[in-house]
């Protein structure tokens, strides 16, 4: 069943936003559709790779961090006024693709190994950019409409996210989170996905 779960959340979240699509089209939000797709497909063939070839399938887990770091660049930096904002995550982007590399050949495989520094990376640079743009809503009259924006449901859930998952991916090296972890990181999606669908169903065109 835990095959499947994630799929159906993520795919579930996807059909909601397919149907509130109207109110996105023509916005920089609208690629969140895609990117809910190439997420959906990562939980579909990750574990498929293993069951049916038999291969590992940690490749495809830590592509998806690269992924995910090239789409919340692309994404906040379409809804940031401030020039130094994007340039600091355009240098954290590109600073990822290097550290990618490095973490490959001196500390884990990019094939072989689950890059838990590279979700930690990822979770670092999702929180500054969310931080970013939870600055610049408050120095400005977005955060009147706050509620209204997709992006602000989309980022609160990022943020809550990555602060339940970071943690444990520093410590899970030290303690044993099996188990545990699973109940955590289910608990942790749901309220990503769930920030989602509220964002899709409350916003408002005007301010997405």
Known sequence: MQLYIYPILIFTTFLVGLFYAPKIKGKKIFNLLYFLLFSCLVEIFGPL???YLGLKSFFIYNLYFLGSVLFYNYLFRGYLNSEKAKKI?????????????????????????FQSNSSIYTGIFVIIAVGAYYIESLNSDKVLYAKNSLLFWVSLGLLLFQVGTIPIDIFGKF?????????????????????????????????N
Do not use: E, P, W
């Open 49 to 51: 790779i293993i069951i």
């Open 89 to 113: 995550l355009n240098g954290l982007t590109i600073g990822f693709i290097i550290f990618i590399i490095f973490n490959h050949f001196f500390a884990q495989d990019f094939y072989h190994t």
């Open 175 to 207: 303690f044993n989170f099996s188990g545990i972890y699973d109940y955590i990181l289910f608990t942790l999606n749901v309220i990503l996905y769930g920030c989602m669908i509220i964002g899709f169903m409350v916003s408002k065109r005007t301010y």
